[in-house]
């Protein structure tokens, strides 16, 4: 298949590339270079909404994964708006390109988070629950809307809903310095449920929702198994053979890091990954201890 990536340098960009180019399928990523392209390369200019439909014409499906990281630094208003701005400017910049396309492209996929729901506590959250409060949910629920807008007749638009994925880098990288010296443990009270999904899984629900025409809408992409922080954190340090018994406590990490702490970090989203289930997608790694284990190279 012909396949459209943006983001394509990110942590799931790299892993997806990678992945699609090991199945046989011809990638073709977006770049914000002008020149000096390299032959699957192509440029674009999401800030100023210029790509030429004719990159995206014919495509089996676009991938779109822009977006500055949600988790680089204390959310103030100007980090506000580039969060915004980087996801809504691209995917608006793509869908108009995709409408004009001839033909149009067959599939869109387009980033999201669990995020969308807010902080839930115990609620048992699926596609059909209604979206939460606070920047995070609106930024979600904006993001989706604009990605949405490409649904058609002929292009089927699935919006992924994902979940701290399990990876080299992101948030266990961030996590892996302080395990690693025996000072790591549960953040604020430690009961609150963090959806989670494995690398291989994002992968493995891209190349399931190629030809899967009963994936349409938003799509909750996280493992089956729930996991609450105190056991995620548990699970790392038993794998990194150190104790998990210094919590992060939640003033402490509000002060640090205001809103985001908040919204990343001490939020409960019970998440279950309805959508996939009913799809007939079989989860690659489900087990967080294993997904730790191989992410890590530690199978032992």
Same mark, same amino acid.
């Given at each position: +298949? /012909? ?18 180019? &090991?199945?046989?399928?011809?990638? !073709? ?28 014409? @014919? ?6 994964? *822009? @977006?500055? *990281? ?10 506000? /708006?580039?969060? $915004? ?24 996929? *387009? ?5 969308? $729901? ?26 989706? &809307?604009?990605?949405? /807008? ?13 979940? +701290? !994925?399990? %990876? ?6 961030? +996590? ?5 010296? @025996? ?9 609150? $449920? ?14 399931? #929702?190629?030809? *899967? ?24 340090? =038993? ?8 919590? #992060? ?17 001490? &939020? ?10 009913? &799809?007939? $997608?079989?989860?690659? +790694?489900? =087990?967080?201890?294993?997904?730790? =284990?191989?992410?890590?190279?530690? %199978?032992?």
């Amino acid at each position: +298949m /012909k396949i459209v990536i943006s983001g394509a340098s990110g942590l799931v960009g790299s892993a997806l590339c990678s992945g699609l180019a &090991a199945e046989g399928h011809g990638i !073709v990523r977006l770049v914000r270079r002008q020149d000096d392209l390299g032959p699957n390369e192509a440029p674009w200019n999401p800030a100023a909404g210029k790509l030429d439909p004719a990159i995206v014409a @014919g495509a089996d499906a676009v991938i779109n994964l *822009n @977006g500055r *990281n949600i988790g680089e630094g204390r959310w103030n208003a100007r980090i506000k /708006k580039e969060l $915004y701005s980087s996801r809504l400017d691209a995917t608006t910049t793509i869908v108009e390109a995709m409408a004009v396309a001839e033909p149009r492209p067959a599939l869109l996929v *387009n980033a999201s988070a669990t995020g969308f $729901y807010g902080d839930r506590g115990e609620e048992v959250l699926d596609e059909s629950s209604s979206a939460g409060d606070g920047f995070l949910s609106d930024l979600c629920c904006d993001w989706e &809307a604009a990605a949405l /807008k490409a649904r058609s007749d002929r292009t089927r638009v699935v919006c992924m809903r994902l979940g +701290m !994925v399990v %990876a080299k880098g992101g948030a266990l990288a961030r +996590m892996l310095p302080l395990f690693k010296i @025996g000072l790591g443990g549960p953040i604020g009270s430690g009961r609150q $449920y963090w959806p989670w999904v494995a690398m291989d899984d994002v992968v493995g629900f891209v190349q399931f #929702a190629l030809t *899967n025409e009963k994936l349409t809408g938003p799509v909750n992409l996280v493992s089956p198994e729930e996991c609450r922080c105190k056991e995620f954190t548990q699970t790392l340090a =038993r794998v990194l053979h150190r104790p998990a018994a210094l919590p #992060a406590p939640a003033f402490a990490l509000r002060l640090a890091l205001g809103e985001m702490a908040e919204a990343l970090l001490l &939020a409960s989203l019970r998440v279950r990954p309805h959508a996939l289930e009913k &799809a007939g $997608y079989t989860f690659r +790694m489900p =087990r967080l201890e294993k997904a730790i =284990r191989i992410t890590l190279g530690r %199978a032992n």
